[in-house]
Structure formats: C-alpha cells, structure tokens
C-alpha cells in the first residue's frame, strides 16, 4: 500500500471532512485525488462508503451554505473578491451566470465539476435570490453525485491507483519537483497572460467617477447593464437598459447607435 493511502487510513475521517471543507472554501486546494483515494479504500474494506459520503456532503454543505449566505447579504463584493482569487476572473462570473440563466438551480447539480464555476455557484445563487430550500436540496444533490462520483472512480481503478502510487514512491524527490515546476509554469503562463489582456483592455476601461463627470456635465451616454440575469436585484443601475451579457447578440437592435456606450458588469 502506497504511502498517501497509508496516510489517510491513519488520519481517517477527519483528513476528508478538512480537505473538503477547505476546497469548498475557495481554498486552491483538489480534492478529487483524496476521493480517489477513499474510493480505493472503500474497495480494500478500510473505510466505509456511507460515511465517505455523509462527511464528504457534511462538508459541502457547510461551507456551500456560508456562501450562499453571504452572497445573499453581500452579493458584488464577494463575487469580486472571490474572481480576484481566480487566474481568468473576466470570465469566471459570467459563465457561472450563464448556467444559471439557463438552467436555474438545476446548474448546482454539475457545478462542483466544472473549474472556477464550484467556487461561485453557491454566492451567485445567494444573490440572485434562489429560494434557501431549494438551494439546499440541489447543492446536496450536486455534492452527492462529485463525492460519489470520483470516489466509484477510485473503486473501480484502486489496483491501478496503487501502483501509480507505488511507482510515484519510487521516483521519490524527482517526481515532487517535476509536478511543482510544471504548475508553476502554468501558473506564470495564465497570469502573464492574463496581465497581457487586462493592458489591452485598460484603454477601454474607465473609472465610475468619470462616468458620473460624463453624467452631471450633461453628455448624453448610454448605459447598458450587462450583468446576468441573477444579479442581485436590490442594486439595479438607474438610467441604465437592462441587457444581460448572454443576450446582447440576440438583442443588440435595442442599442442606441447615435451616443456613446458604457457597458456595465460585476
């Protein structure tokens, strides 16, 4: 048995419950080796599924629920805190926003799958005004097929997982710093590019108290509200026409042509 696996069986449940929880959390933490490796242990008799399962949704729930709470009392500013965290945050609210368009709450059943969307399912349903009991039979059902998920893919490939683990024993130190080089090359990739787009994007920018001069000295600009549909809807934008992003295509004939435009999102 390869030393990950003998860690866990040591430390038990208490190893999932944190780990989880600290995901959840926004921590920059996976948490789909450790329910690998649960999955495997499940098939060798060391832990046991149910309690695999309820820890693992104990912990979801807890931290999915903090967010929502927050979402609901907070709503912009923990988005923008939560996308600062993020390598490609222009576009981590907008597709969580788009799923729930589209598909309402039934989004949380596959958020936890999907990267940058796990971390702000739970605030963006808060602050677009999801029902608290609904939210909670989704989230639960969401974090139910992810833990079940990849701990059946543990199950089912344990042996393999534990000769990935034996032979990853063997390359020892070599291995360690292979996988740490790697991710921080992708790393300084994402943020250089990321610091790339924003430099071109910054032209193009402008800040909210130049658009109130623009406002008070009588300069006849159009505002357009692109937020998603679930944005919060105490904090509307006076004056502004409503067109979320996701249907700007569809509805661009609504768009004045004959004055500037400021487009407004989260």
Excluded at 132 to 145: S, V
Excluded at 199 to 228: C, T
Excluded at 245 to 252: F, G, K, P
Aim: proline content about 5%; glycine content about 10%.
């Amino acid at each position: 048995m390869n030393t990950t696996a003998e860690f866990v069986i040591r430390h038990g449940y208490a190893l999932l419950f944190v780990w989880v929880l600290a995901e959840q959390a926004a921590l920059p933490i996976p948490s789909v080796p450790l329910l690998l490796v649960c999955g495997a242990l499940v098939k060798s008799g060391h832990m046991h599924w149910a309690a695999v399962l309820g820890i693992g949704l104990a912990a979801c729930l807890i931290a999915d629920s903090a967010w929502f709470r927050i979402g609901r009392s907070r709503g912009g500013r923990v988005l923008r805190f939560l996308c600062r965290m993020a390598l490609e945050p222009d576009s981590c609210v907008s597709q969580t926003e788009n799923g729930l368009a589209r598909y309402g709450v039934g989004i949380l059943l596959v958020a936890k799958f999907i990267p940058g969307m796990n971390a702000l399912a739970a605030p963006l349903a808060g602050s677009g005004g999801t029902n608290w009991i609904q939210f909670l039979l989704f989230d639960a059902a969401g974090a139910a097929l992810w833990i079940g998920g990849w701990g059946a893919a543990g199950y089912v490939f344990g042996t393999q997982l534990d000769e990935i683990g034996a032979w990853a024993g063997r390359a020892g130190f070599r291995l360690f710093l292979s996988v740490v080089a790697l991710l921080a090359l992708w790393i300084a990739f994402k943020y250089f590019q990321r610091r790339r787009f924003l430099r071109k994007l910054s032209v193009a920018r402008i800040p909210v108290e130049d658009l109130y001069r623009m406002l008070s000295s009588g300069e006849d600009v159009a505002i357009i509200d692109v937020r998603g549909k679930n944005a919060n809807p105490r904090d509307p934008l006076p004056g502004a026409l409503r067109i979320p992003l996701s249907e700007l295509a569809t509805r661009h004939t609504e768009v004045p042509r004959d004055r500037d435009i400021v487009l407004f999102c989260t």
